[in-house]
């Protein structure tokens, strides 16, 4: 916990346009609920580490200088973008889905802060010295030298891309050595104003990342060595794709199975018919048997979603029994003549059973 990166503004339960005066007051209102004076027992220990973490988020981002620092270098390895690439698709005959451009650079941070520090922790002026100040070679020990963070970003993919794969271009920012210091951090024994010290500055660059079909919701696929730069000389951290399936119009993901609403007229669901049900590829008929009831599920085997081990998922359908929005005068006379026949009623069970509740 102790080396996890922290975002200050995070810590004062702010957001990044925060005024001098919201961090004013969040800091007041922090440092009175953790202030270690104010604890004791088993939180004591819990409640100084809030409160110093508390204090150094403020002291960072109260004074405009550090916070304008803190922002850039914040910002600095935290863009990434995807699309899908033109040539990523196998089968050149599926029709219906073009190369959209899916950036999404606007919604929640993109990378967010999963493992080692950095900053590091052990107070500010450590953090000051890690961040913004000379690299430090009399603290790295050989085969200890601490890695670059690792990242996490979202992509997102549509069901067509779970059903046949898909090539993701993800546009990162990739450290490249500072033209200004030529990697050295300093400038006539000063620190480097372009890199603030690091030696180093982002760069966009492109990564073609294949995506395998049948790719489970939720999974995690590890780039080796694309997260952030170590600032002392270790190893690069990973990056870290999180997967996620934009919801469909027509079809719902369960697993490697798909579920779609399929409506049926009144008469369908009594005599029985065959209907053009929609796939992820072409429509398939189905034969609606007769006596259908609404919310019962036909299931298609093998039209869902690939499962990785070379089969496929299920597509369930639910029927939905639906009424045409006007009725004619014919169709009218067909309901009456329906409506004369001797029927049970229907809500008989119902009505028995209500006072049981
Ligand atoms: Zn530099």
Redesign the pocket.
């Known amino acids: 916990m102790s080396s996890t990166a922290r975002d200050y503004y995070q810590v004062l339960g702010l957001s990044r346009t925060a005024s001098p005066d919201d961090i004013k007051k969040a800091f007041r209102r922090l440092a009175r609920q953790y202030h270690p004076d104010l604890h004791s027992g088993p939180s004591k220990l819990e409640m100084e580490r809030k409160f110093k973490e508390v204090s150094e988020a403020y002291e960072v981002l109260s004074d405009p200088e550090k916070r304008k620092q803190y922002d850039q270098r914040e910002s600095m390895w935290t863009r990434t973008e995807s699309y899908t690439t033109a040539e990523s698709r196998t089968k050149p005959s599926e029709q219906g889905f073009a190369s959209a451009r899916t950036s999404h650079p606007h919604q929640s941070p993109p990378y967010q802060s999963h493992g080692r520090g950095w900053p590091r922790s052990g107070g500010l002026a450590d953090f000051f010295e890690s961040i913004f100040g000379e690299p430090d070679e009399s603290s790295a020990q050989p085969g200890t030298k601490e890695p670059g963070e690792d990242v996490e970003t979202t992509v997102e993919i549509s069901l067509r891309d779970v059903y046949w794969g898909v090539t993701k271009r993800l546009s990162l920012l990739e450290p490249v050595s500072?033209?200004?210091?030529?990697?050295?951090?300093?400038?006539r024994r000063r620190r480097?104003?372009?890199?603030?010290?690091?030696?180093?500055?982002p760069e966009s660059k492109v990564l073609d990342v294949k995506i395998p079909a049948g790719i489970e919701e939720g999974a995690k696929m590890r780039i080796p060595g694309r997260g952030r730069p170590s600032l002392h000389g270790g190893k690069r951290g990973d990056l870290y794709l999180f997967i996620k399936t934009k919801p469909g119009h027509t079809f719902r993901r369960a697993g490697s199975d798909l579920h779609v609403t399929l409506p049926i007229w009144p008469w369908e669901a009594a005599l029985g018919t065959e209907v053009l049900v929609p796939t992820l590829t072409e429509p398939v008929r189905v034969k609606i048997p007769s006596g259908s009831t609404a919310e019962s599920k036909l299931r298609l085997k093998g039209k869902g979603l690939p499962t990785g081990t070379g089969g496929y998922g299920d597509l369930l359908l639910t029927l939905q029994i639906v009424m045409p929005q006007t009725i004619s005068n014919e169709a009218r006379a067909l309901y009456e003549q329906l409506a004369r026949e001797n029927h049970a009623d229907p809500r008989t069970e119902l009505l028995a059973k209500a006072h049981q509740d």
């Open positions: 500072c033209p200004a210091c030529h990697g050295t951090g300093s400038v480097c104003q372009a890199c603030s010290g690091t030696g180093f500055r």
